[in-house]
């Protein structure tokens, strides 16, 4: 999870987001289905708006990304990361039993496969904050 706050706003906390307008980025997978997200999300910064971007951002390179868009408006966006033990992940994926649009059953295969070559936010790429999940 990115936070795109303004710079004199930019929120650090995890508790203030839900009062921020949240652009969910990850079920666009191409290129050019980014840029109408990135047209939206500038679209609120430039109002001066607080942002999250709720992705996986599963790589530094599509964080570095992110970054780079925003600086061109002065902002250094904090990113959000829920550290969640693999076990726990596993499990919860494991009960989907695909009764909704937030309970779609996945094989076993796909989220090992994201697990295993998610790069982990480190300080040196800039604000983090650290959230311990379960």
């Known amino acids: 999870m990115l936070d795109a706050g303004t ?7 995890f508790v203030e987001l839900p009062s921020k307008t949240i652009i969910a980025s990850d079920q666009v997978s191409t290129e050019a289905g980014q840029a109408p997200l ?4 500038a679209s609120h910064v430039r109002r ?10 599963w790589s530094r390179a599509s964080r570095d990304e992110y ?6 408006f002065g902002i250094e966006p904090v990113v959000h990361y829920v550290e969640t033990p693999r076990e726990v992940m596993l499990g919860r994926l494991t009960r ?3 009764n909704g649009p937030d309970d779609i059953s996945v094989s ?3 989220p090992r496969a994201f697990i295993d070559h ?8 800039g604000p983090l904050v650290r959230i311990a999940g379960e």
């Open 67 to 72: 970054r780079l868009f925003l600086a061109a």
């Open 96 to 98: 989907r039993g695909n």
């Open 7 to 13: 710079p004199a706003t930019s929120v650090r906390a």
């Open 38 to 41: 990135r047209q939206h999300l």
């Open 48 to 57: 001066g708006e607080s942002v999250v971007v709720d992705s996986s951002f």
């Open 108 to 110: 076993e295969r796909v």
């Open 118 to 125: 998610f790069e982990i936010p480190s300080e040196d790429e």
